[in-house]
């Protein structure tokens, strides 16, 4: 028998029943308030992840006002991100705002971990995470994915890349037919919640190894393990 067992970041999307054939035309130019926003949350993001990476080190303990800090800000990129060119899944505005928004239609949880690793720290944003920073640089492209980045000039994972180029295809299929295609959604979000992971996984916020797993769909599923059956 089976239970369930979910990886502690999780990415969860519902895609608006009638989204504009048109306004994915125009969304780049309406977005640019919230990059603009994010530019110096992500800048404050790098230097409070510094500190908290050595607050870790000789505590193991991230602290609570960062961890939520930073939290807010990948929470706000998701959002801006998903009712842009990451997946186009929203023509609802973003909200400008690090705390939750539980009615948006893109949500991204990640518990406060109690304790973490001190040794962790020290290899997993970027020993531990190569193998995932290999595959997140063919989802998102060369370049684009902050957290594999230190200059916070491009926040934006879907600039090129697989994640960009299926986003192309689903806005021309929107554009052409007034639908965005079920299965395609579905493989976005998969693609998207693989760099989020990885993005919260090497922000130092979760010592569990992301998965090497496309979880495709806009719910987040449960990881089904085995259970010795009595």
Do not use: C
Not at 78 to 83: D, E, T
Not at 139 to 168: C, E, H, K, P, Y
Not at 221 to 226: G, L, N
């Amino acid at each position: 028998m089976t239970a369930p067992l979910s990886y502690p970041v999780r990415v969860n999307a519902r895609m608006d029943p009638h989204l504009s054939r048109w306004l994915w035309l125009v969304k780049w130019v309406l977005i640019i308030p919230h990059y603009l926003a994010l530019v110096f949350l992500w800048i404050a993001f790098v230097a409070l992840s510094v500190f908290a990476f050595f607050a870790i080190l000789f505590t193991g303990r991230y602290p609570r006002p960062i961890f939520d800090f930073n939290l807010g800000v990948m929470r706000w990129t998701w959002r801006a991100n998903y009712y842009a060119y990451s997946a186009l899944g929203t023509d609802r505005y973003p909200p400008f705002t690090l705390a939750e928004v539980p009615d948006y239609p893109a949500q991204l949880h990640v518990p406060y971990p109690a304790n973490l690793s001190r040794g962790l720290v020290l290899v997993k944003w970027w020993l531990l995470a190569i193998p995932h920073y290999l595959i997140v640089g063919f989802f998102a492209g060369g370049g684009t994915w902050l957290a594999t980045r230190s200059d916070t000039q491009n926040f934006s994972w879907a600039s090129n890349g697989l994640i960009g180029l299926l986003v192309l295809i689903a806005a021309i299929i929107l554009a052409v037919t007034g639908r965005y295609p079920d299965g395609l959604f579905n493989l976005i979000l998969g693609l998207n919640r693989w760099v989020l992971r990885v993005a919260a996984y090497t922000s130092l916020m979760t010592d569990a190894y992301p998965p090497f797993r496309l979880d495709t769909g806009g719910t987040d599923p449960a990881e089904p393990v085995i259970v010795a059956a009595r």
